[in-house]
């Protein structure tokens, strides 16, 4: 079993920066991938980012247009997943969901098994 929480939402103004935060515990194989997805009110969740874990290889992928704004990492020292935000648009407002997987670089939703209750991100304009 894998618990993951997320932490670092909260409200900020258009052209803002936030920096979201996945704390994983239980048990990890040395090979997963793990991701942030967003889901905005009305809508259904979507892939946002993730990065492939193959021992100390990290490969990163991004939902094209984010990637320009947003930045996804890892500390393996404190097992925390991280995503930073910057020039945050209303339409980035979302609850923001970390997750695991045992398939490589998967972006679908329903590749991943463990998930986290989610972190509100409130962008205004």
């Known amino acids: 079993q894998v618990q993951l929480v997320e932490s670092g939402g909260g409200l900020v103004h258009a052209g803002g920066s936030l920096s979201l935060s996945c704390a994983a515990s239980?048990?990890?194989?040395?090979?997963?991938?793990m991701g942030w997805f967003r889901q905005a009110p009305g809508k259904e969740r979507e892939f946002v980012a993730a990065l492939f874990v193959s021992g100390s290889i990290i490969t990163k992928y991004y939902k094209g247009p984010l990637q320009a704004r947003f930045t996804i990492s890892k500390d393996s020292t404190k097992n925390t997943m991280y995503l930073q935000m910057n020039s945050l648009k209303p339409e980035d407002t979302a609850v923001y969901y970390c997750a695991q997987s045992r398939v490589r670089s998967t972006s679908q939703i329903a590749d991943y098994d463990y998930w986290g209750r989610g972190t509100q991100v409130y962008v205004s304009s």
């Open positions: 239980g048990r990890t194989s040395s090979t997963y991938t």
